[in-house]
């Protein structure tokens, strides 16, 4: 079992900056790890996602050259930094993981099976 938990989550202006943090209660550096994020009346939707040597990512057309996602496994950690942040990017952002024999990147919900309990992001135009 991994608990995830994510911090780091505020309210922010447009154009601004945040970065979010998930914590993993063991070692993740054999997991596949993943940021997504969910807005009411909304399915959840792929933010970023990295393999677990930290080599391949993938992101979101929407956020793409805006946000990275990035992973240090001395602290059993991945982040997401948020720059140039748009109002459409206000949701819950969640961290996911999975083990995986590979090094394979994926941006498929169903390829996560350990969830955070997620973070509120803000931002107000």
């Known amino acids: 079992q991994v608990q995830l938990v994510e911090s780091g989550g505020g309210v922010v202006q447009a154009g601004g900056s945040l970065r979010l943090s998930c914590e993993a209660s063991r070692t993740v550096s054999a997991y596949r790890m993943a940021w997504f994020r969910q807005v009411p009346g909304k399915e959840r939707e792929l933010v970023a996602a990295?393999?677990?040597?930290?080599?391949?990512?993938r992101y979101a057309d929407s956020v793409w050259g805006r946000f990275t996602i990035s992973r240090d496994d001395a602290k059993n950690a991945a982040y997401l930094q948020m720059n140039s942040l748009k109002p459409e990017d206000t949701a819950v952002y969640y961290c996911?993981?999975?083990?995986?024999?590979?090094?394979?990147?994926?941006?498929?919900?169903?390829?996560?099976?350990?969830w955070g309990q997620g973070t509120q992001v803000t931002v107000s135009s």
């Open positions: 990295i393999e677990k040597r930290g080599t391949n990512t």
């Open positions: 996911a993981a999975k083990w995986y024999y590979s090094d394979t990147v994926s941006g498929k919900e169903q390829n996560y099976n350990y």
